[in-house]
């Protein structure tokens, strides 16, 4: 049972529909049903009773009500005598270049804002060097893109991001693609790719994707910088397939390069926050832990992380 569950619950009580709750939340109607589902199902009884007016609690539901109410009020109350502690230490947190893009500034300045007295250490690297730091305890932290090396890891599901096409704008390698149409992979075959090496997580996907369709890419370059291959891309050298965050870099970047949604299912990166086990973290790691889950949300939701979708 988690506290999310909880606050959906009350919220659908207090508006007495499961929709006019959706919206409140800013969530898909769909997925808050799944998470009552869920939340009655651990507790093998019916909270709710669908109505034609809408839904009313059961009598267990109304009783869970009171107590749920009660219980997220104790929570707010524990995190608030948490901000008031003036929590202090160091925290240490890996991101991908192209995560960082997106969630780093933002990211920093939450800590800086709700924890101002811990402080930060920020590594921006590849994901298997990233598995290697957190590996070494050399890293509290980090989101990776590949969570089977796990040891004693504490691993939770992120989010997914759609890959893009991405080419120059003044001198587009694959013209008959436009920007912002979706692509099918099969357009991609005649296209010259700059790609990350093969030991890089990204490229093993995306091989893995074209083989999957039946033929191999027309690879160009390989470049394991990613301002270095985002430049050759720019240049006109070649196209690249990565996150739409390769590009939140730049704050010119319609201006410089064209996206194209690659239309497969099959082209998604998957993103876990991985950390060290619980009893290793210290508070100020666990208070970061929540800060970034928080920052992702908010980028996520607000349309401002463009591709990605949250994993629930």
């Known amino acids: 049972m988690e506290l999310r569950q909880l606050r959906y619950f009350v919220r659908i009580v207090e508006l007495g529909s499961m929709s006019r709750a959706a919206l409140d939340l800013d969530m898909v109607q769909s997925a808050l049903s799944q998470q009552i589902s869920r939340l009655e199902s651990e507790l093998s009884t019916r909270l709710l009773q669908r109505t034609p007016r809408g839904v009313i609690p059961t009598e267990a539901g109304q009783a869970f009500f009171h107590e749920a109410q009660l219980t997220l009020r104790h929570a707010e109350q524990a995190v608030h005598a948490a901000q008031q502690a003036r929590l202090s230490g160091a925290v240490s947190m890996g991101l991908s270049p192209t995560i960082a893009s997106v969630l780093g500034l933002p990211l920093m300045r939450a800590m800086r804002e709700r924890y101002p007295e811990v402080r930060l250490h920020m590594v921006s690297a590849l994901s298997g060097h990233l598995t290697g730091l957190l590996n070494a305890r050399q890293l509290d932290l980090a989101i990776l893109f590949d969570s089977h090396n796990a040891r004693r890891w504490s691993v939770m599901p992120l989010l997914e991001e759609r890959l893009f096409l991405i080419q120059s704008r003044q001198q587009p390698v694959a013209p008959q693609i436009r920007h912002a149409q ?131």
Request: aromatic fraction near 6%; charge should be negative; include cysteine.
């Open 182 to 312: 979706p692509a099918g992979l099969e357009q991609l075959q005649q296209v010259p790719l700059i790609l990350p090496s093969g030991s890089h997580g990204l490229r093993s996907s995306i091989m893995a994707s074209f083989t999957h369709a039946g033929f191999q890419p027309r690879l160009a370059m390989e470049i394991d910088s990613l301002p270095l291959l985002m430049e050759a891309v720019d240049a006109g050298l070649g196209a690249t397939v990565q996150p739409w965050s390769a590009v939140a870099m730049y704050k010119d970047a319609a201006q410089r390069f064209q996206w194209s949604e690659i239309a497969d299912d099959q082209v998604r990166r998957n993103a876990a926050l991985c950390s060290l086990s619980d009893d290793e973290l210290s508070p100020a790691a666990l208070a970061a832990r929540v800060v970034l889950l928080d920052c992702t949300r908010r980028l996520v939701q607000s349309g401002a992380w463009m591709g990605a979708t949250l994993t629930d």
